[in-house]
């Protein structure tokens, strides 16, 4: 690499492969998104290699390799792990990479790649400890810890959206059943098709989430009362991680960050839940938006 290094990142999501080159002030060099060729793993490394050379062509230059990836790389076996692409799994995917760009690359869970972007330039610049929340089609978050990703012993940390609902009523119990084999994960309910299935259990009108976050704006009471319910049970989710990290920023992404009704409303539902005297962590959307996971996995290599 000549003069100042720059930094390149792949988000490998379930449609998309998205890549960018940072230069050392996190200026954009070079980007590009294109069709990721689900189900088939051979294609997916052909798909991201080729997208490396493309991205470093239009840079001009040679760059350290970061990737952001749906679950995580197993420190026992160097395979693929908890991906809900799932044709990642048990295949050593970051080391067949490494060994076709001749480089070493650096990995993490999307989730965290989120929480490296705006801990660093984003919407938690600077803070020591960033809580990031992805709240989508799935459910899942990222810890930052001054400006680097808590990855975690297993490579689980973060792994929210896996846990049960905290206290869940009578009437939340089990819970909907998830593609882990469990019910009553955070994420049945608080994901946009966790959203959409509530309403529908409730009304029985099959609208998704957008449409019910429309309808709450027209007025309409039963989509008014799912999105009340939905954020009463953001608030209790957001709660307990609050009282085992204790961040200093929690960061919302993905779709639902995008409703203003649902960030304002939230620290209101948060604090009762809070073992504290006081709850006033800075509860924000993510600042880089859908670029936010690639940004941090360039970032990986730090500035």
């Known amino acids: 690499m000549s003069g100042a290094p720059l930094r390149l990142g792949l988000d490998l999501g379930g449609t998309k492969i998205a890549g960018i080159v940072l230069d050392h002030s996190g200026q954009t060099r070079a980007d590009a998104r294109i069709a990721s060729p689900r189900g088939d793993y051979a294609a997916t490394l052909a798909t991201s290699r080729a997208l490396v050379a493309r991205l470093e062509d239009e840079a001009g230059d040679r760059c350290s390799v970061g990737i952001g990836m749906p679950g995580a790389v197993s420190p026992a076996t160097g395979l693929v792990k908890n991906a809900n692409s799932t044709w990642l799994n048990g295949r050593p995917f970051v080391a067949d ?87 009553g994960c955070i994420e049945t309910w608080l994901s946009g098709p966790g959203l959409a299935a509530d309403h529908a259990r409730r009304t029985g009108q099959c609208l998704p989430g957008e449409a019910i976050v429309a309808a709450t704006r027209s007025g309409d009471p039963d989509a008014q009362a799912t999105l009340a319910l939905y954020v009463e049970r953001l608030g209790r989710a957001l709660a307990h991680v609050v009282n085992i990290l ?5 960061v919302i992404g993905g779709g639902l960050s995008r409703v203003p009704e649902l960030l304002e409303a939230l620290p209101g539902a948060t604090a009762p839940h809070v073992f504290s005297d006081a709850f006033d962590t800075p509860i924000r959307a993510s600042a880089h938006g859908d670029a936010s996971g690639v940004r941090g996995a360039a970032w990986l290599w730090g500035r």
């Open 97 to 183: 990479l490494a060994a076709m760009l001749d480089r070493p690359i650096r990995a993490e869970n999307d989730a965290n790649c989120l929480a490296v972007s705006e801990a660093i330039d984003g919407a938690a610049s600077g803070a020591e400890i960033v809580w990031a929340v992805i709240l989508g089609t799935g459910v899942g978050s990222g810890i930052a810890l001054r400006g680097r990703a808590l990855s975690g012993r297993g490579r689980i940390a973060g792994e929210w959206g896996h846990n049960p609902l905290p206290r869940p009523r009578d009437d939340e119990r089990p819970g909907p059943a998830c593609y882990c084999g469990r019910t």
């Open 246 to 250: 204790d961040p200093d920023v929690i």
